[in-house]
């Protein structure tokens, strides 16, 4: 199993500039969430999925869009890039609670600078 | 609501010497909680968790943790410290009336001094 793979590791872009950061899981889970973590700081919850189809907001939304078209991919698109979206982006994913042993399983992460 | 409070932003302890990084949570059901640790420039790795079982859990490297409901309290201890520890260290908490949301602390930073 690789577990979660993000794509890609590293970005630099230009503000107003648009990209979407890939995600994707081979573990079968049901839930997968995008967070950011900035210099110093916990993770924040930018959206999250509860399946194929369903998404919802986290604490940080704004200037962030998700979708869920498979269990195993998450792609999460910055479509106007601002420099306070300059941040480490990780995507998790986890079983449903109340399954054995339903902790995330976090990406490798993306460090995205917006200039 | 869930919460998590980290009660020390920093700490710093002699390679040997015992580790405490204190843990508060706040939940209105009953919790699951996690401890994750971050290397520099790394992503998160699960150290240890409790989901209802054993109070006192038995993490990777040595780690474990103690739930004690009455305080609401999750402390992550290892009895000597080693080099490689040094890093960052989130506690966690998620519950079944959350949607599945996990609600992270903001990070103890560990430093071990040769």
């Known amino acids: 199993n690789a577990g979660v793979t993000q794509t890609p590791k590293f970005r630099i872009l230009k503000i107003g500039q648009s990209m979407t950061l890939q995600c994707t899981q081979d573990?079968?889970?049901?839930?997968m969430y995008w967070y950011r973590q900035d210099p110093g700081m916990g993770l924040k919850l930018i959206y999250y999925?509860?399946?194929?189809?369903?998404?919802d907001k986290g604490e940080v939304p704004n200037g962030y869009n998700v979708s869920r078209s498979t269990t195993e991919d998450f792609p999460l698109r910055l479509e106007l890039a601002a420099p306070s979206q300059t941040s480490v982006y990780f995507c998790?994913?986890?079983?449903?609670?109340?399954?054995?042993?339903?902790?995330?399983?976090f990406g490798p992460g993306t460090r995205l600078t917006v200039t | 609501a869930q919460s998590v409070t980290q009660l020390d932003s920093h700490v710093s302890v002699s390679e040997g010497t015992p580790v405490l990084l204190r843990c508060n949570y706040s939940s209105s059901y009953s919790p699951s909680l996690f401890w994750y640790v971050q290397h520099p420039n790394k992503g998160l790795q699960l150290l240890l968790k409790?989901?209802?079982?054993?109070?006192l859990v038995k993490g990777i490297n040595g780690f474990e943790a103690e739930f004690k409901k009455s305080e609401t309290s999750f402390h992550l201890t290892k009895p000597s410290a080693h080099m490689s520890d040094a890093a960052e260290y989130f506690c966690?908490?998620?519950?079944?009336?959350?949607?599945?949301?996990?609600?992270f602390g903001t990070g103890t930073s560990l430093t071990v001094i040769p």
């Open positions: 999925s509860v399946g194929a189809g369903i998404t």
């Open positions: 409790y989901t209802s079982a054993a109070t």
């Open positions: 573990m079968n889970h049901n839930y």
């Open positions: 998790a994913s986890s079983w449903i609670i109340g399954q054995g042993g339903y902790e995330q399983y």
């Open positions: 966690v908490v998620s519950a079944a009336n959350t949607g599945n949301q996990f609600y």
